[in-house]
């Protein structure tokens, strides 16, 4: 099999005020609340907020929102490896199995804390859990980051897998249809087939390979980072509202 650990090429992913910086709030919530609780259920908003962009238009919030794929991008990736994510950490079988393994523990826990319902320190232990989950996200993630490719957990994250499910609902009932945003190539005899964007692409895409009959990637996995967008040398990608189908 033809080694891949070359291929990717690291590339400036900040785009965006909220890319460059949102890491921070990844720290404050996960050491943070290790000694301020409360802190912990700012990732309340962050799953409601997920949950809801991916309604209407994928796992835009991955590429662009999340704190833990900004701590990735920004922090990490001068030190990652920057290796082919291994097929299996993004197999049905890892991706089901472990959300049906990440919610089966976190509704355990919160069933426990809601014993404490109404109690003073009731907040503290829910804040307390999403914290500690945090805080796991950024130690295995981290590790992930470093040693193999800095979006390597989210191949199987429970909170994209969440978006995907969101997602499809959505698609389901006609509301992302006309409010989605996809990788669109203004013309595909203008493509000069280098492969820059899968090379740069944070999920190991290929969108060159994938372009639909209407000039669009319709891969559930694209996080719409545009990262591929500023790189393709040829100028003929963009990020816009879905055109037909
Ligand atoms: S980077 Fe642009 S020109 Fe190169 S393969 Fe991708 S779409 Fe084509
Ligand atoms: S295809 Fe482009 S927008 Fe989608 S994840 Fe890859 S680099 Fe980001």
Redesign the pocket.
Known sequence: MKNLNNYYIKTNRSFSFIRKFAWILTVLVAIGGQWEPKLGLIVIFIMAGLTITAFFNGRYWC?NFCPHGSLFDKVILPISKNKKIPNFLKSKFMIIGFLIFFMANFIRRILKIFQAWGTYDFLDKLGYLFSNTYLMVLIVGGILAIFINVRTWCQFCPMGTIQKLSYKLGKALGFAKKTEKK?TISNQEKCYKCGK?AR????Q?M?YMEFSHNNQ?N?ID????????VNCPAGILS?EKMSRS
């Open positions: 590429g990788i964007c740069v692409c944070p999920f895409l969108p990637l891969n694209c996080i719409k980072c545009s990262t591929c967008v990020l």
